[in-house]
């Protein structure tokens, strides 16, 4: 998944949001996308107040990837002046002279494994466990517990102490 995708997900089962997200492995980065057609894209979401600034403070890497990583906290950094009720003409000021840069990060950036997790009723979610890149919000009745555990255990040692701390495993 792009880290688009963050600002409009929430938990499917307390529908808490914003939801914690751990990059745990970076993948390629797409610069197929068109300019033109993402600055639409991104103005569109703006306009719209699909941009969720509180999301993209809950960004957690693990990847070690630095130039990546570097890119991130300056991202995080541009919205933290921002809540979930900006005003889309200010960021969208602000955003104009950054606006290539966000548009890599945001939207050609891949994240090939990663954790989703909510910060409400503590589910977590995989991201990449069956293939990367593909987030898997499924309800509790259809998770395939061993699957997920086992995708979890590859990754635990690596994840900050307080999602540790949430995240069990089972066994
Ligand atoms: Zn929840």
Same mark, same amino acid.
């Given at each position: 998944m792009r880290l688009w995708l963050q600002n409009i997900?929430? %938990?499917?089962? %307390?529908? &808490?949001?914003?939801l914690q997200l751990v990059v745990l492995k970076w993948g390629d980065v797409d @610069?197929?996308?068109k300019g033109d057609e993402l600055k639409k894209m991104i103005l569109n979401d703006i306009e719209k107040r699909l941009i969720s600034p509180p999301s993209i403070q809950n960004i957690i890497v693990v990847d070690e990837n630095e130039l990546l990583n570097e890119k991130v906290e300056r991202f995080k950094t541009f919205f933290?002046?921002? &809540?979930?009720?900006?005003?889309p003409e200010i960021l969208m000021r602000k955003i104009s002279s950054e606006l290539e840069f966000i548009m890599d990060v945001m939207y050609r950036v891949n994240i090939n494994k990663g954790v989703l997790k909510c910060p409400e009723c503590k589910r977590w979610f995989p991201i990449g @466990?069956?293939?990367?890149g593909i987030p898997e919000m499924l309800p509790d009745n259809l998770r395939d517990k061993i699957k997920d555990n086992k995708f979890i255990s590859l990754w635990f040692d690596k994840l900050p102490g307080d999602l540790k701390k949430d995240i069990r495993l089972e066994c």
């Open positions: 997900l929430a %938990c499917p089962i %307390c529908k &808490t949001h914003p @610069s197929s996308l933290n002046d921002f &809540t979930l009720e900006y005003e @466990s069956s293939i990367d």
